[in-house]
């Protein structure tokens, strides 16, 4: 299991996170992305209106490790926050099924390899981090 009942549920709940992508030349780009969560794969997809002419998309095809965050202020008084950080690589995907009518064919898969979520389960405050297995370690690329 990729994720728990306590981070598949968060994750259901928020809308927006932040991809980290590396360029061909070695620079980081992070941007704002919409994404599901994709019960069948245990991953990560991310779509877009024009996901294929994108600087992340081309990043992911170049280079596959991501980083990528959910996170929310719960509250400034006292200061509580939640969030999950996915570390892991990621496919470039053409000719998908769109999550909605007016996105692009393309999308970003991520698979996690390293998950870290912080105040997501009320059970257990505080910050937990674990490696995941990888479904298909020789897909990736160097």
Do not use: C
Request: hydrophobic share 35%.
């Amino acid at each position: 299991m990729t994720f728990t009942e306590s981070e598949r549920s968060y994750l259901g709940t928020q809308q927006l996170g932040r991809l980290a992508t590396v360029a061909p030349d070695g620079a980081p780009q992070n941007n704002p992305v919409g994404y599901r969560y994709n019960a069948e794969l245990e991953t990560l997809d991310i779509s877009g209106y024009s996901m294929g002419e994108t600087r992340k998309f081309r990043n992911v095809q170049a280079n596959p490790l991501v980083a990528f965050v959910v996170d929310r202020i719960v509250s400034t008084e006292p200061w509580e926050v939640q969030g999950i950080e996915v570390r892991g690589w990621a496919e470039a995907l053409d000719d998908q099924d769109p999550a909605m009518a007016h996105m692009s064919r393309q999308i970003i898969r991520i698979h996690p390899r390293r998950v870290i979520s912080w105040n997501v389960d009320v059970r257990q405050p505080g910050m937990y981090a674990r490696n995941v297995e990888d479904p298909d370690p020789g897909a990736r690329v160097a």
